[in-house]
């Protein structure tokens, strides 16, 4: 079932400060048949790989309800029972994988279109005002953005030209579209012709390094990181290319990068103050990161008028299971149940009084 070990993670989460060892200790008796179950429920075959993962995620949990110092047992049970939430929904959240790594973009766009894919299109114009708001601020025209699961630069794409999600669908995978073959030479003359702006450039964010590589390629991305930053640190080069960053954003990542990645990102460019743009897809949680940002003496906002739809539900299962965790995090799901397509939250972590619409869901630490 869906329900038994996630509802009480999902409550223990929500809570979010006291849980206690009754709560910990039926995860790590749960969490193997749960995780299972879900598996199962979503027609997935569960590889031992990750039945191993489950079963030492299992004894960590046991050992932090066991050991360590008193006072350092909350947050540690509460990044683990996050990382344990994160599993249950990575499996029964449609796989778009298999798309991500191709040297070409066109199985990409395919699989995204099949689910009418739609977030870097609905988050546009809520970019493009906070991208406004940063300029008035802090007297800035040119902009250096940080895309987080950049993949093949459809955020760059977008925020620098006039096209629509629906052209670059079109272009793609229509039979007549610019970028319908897969030619170099082809690609770089739409984009050319698309007459990029330059006064918003682009370093993107993704393991996915054939993603990246073609998104450089393009002239759509100025600086590539093709990396895990949830395995491995910064080297000084990819650090370099971090620096003097002015807005640091991401779309449909959340969930795949966690606040190890955002960690790593946001030290590098920590120097120039950079503002934190983020759509979270429901039921992931931005707790984790905004506590993280805190550390870098940031506010993080939830802005409830900047939801956006992201994608339809892929089936009535993974609708189901989306569903059940959201009434669990006390998430409103009054569109999700109405339209059939799930929703992302736009999180804004900023300066303190640098960024006032939203209300504030973790404040800034006093000193950094
Ligand atoms: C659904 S796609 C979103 C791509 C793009 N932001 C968009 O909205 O069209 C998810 C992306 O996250 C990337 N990703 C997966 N693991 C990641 C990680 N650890 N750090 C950063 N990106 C990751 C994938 O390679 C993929 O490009």
Known sequence: MVGGFLLRAQRSLKAHAEINSVAL???GTNIE???CDMAT???KFMPRRDCDQIRSMRLRTREAVACGPKENRGSEKDTMMASVMRSSVQWVKHDFSGAYNR??????????????YTIPDRAKPVFEKLFADYRRLRNKTELKIVDIGCSYG???ALLRSNLDLDDLYAEYLGSSGSLSRRLDIEHRAFFHSCGLRDDIRFVGVDPSFRAVHYARNQGLLEGGIPADLEARDLTVKERCALADADIIISTG????ATERTFARVYKAAAASRPWVVVFAMHPFSYHEIATTLRE???ETRLVDRFRQRQRRFSTTTERQAILTAMAELGIE??????TGYVYASCYISAPPGEVLYGRTLISAAKSQ
């Open 253 to 256: 990542c959340v969930g795949y």
């Open 103 to 116: 040297k070409w973009p066109h199985a990409y766009f395919r699989a995204h279109l099949a689910l009418d």
């Open 154 to 156: 459809v955020n760059a």
């Open 25 to 27: 200790h039926a995860i």
């Open 333 to 338: 799901d009054r569109l999700e149940r109405t």
């Open 41 to 43: 429920a979503a027609g």
């Open 296 to 298: 870098f003496a940031l």
């Open 33 to 35: 048949a749960t995780l």
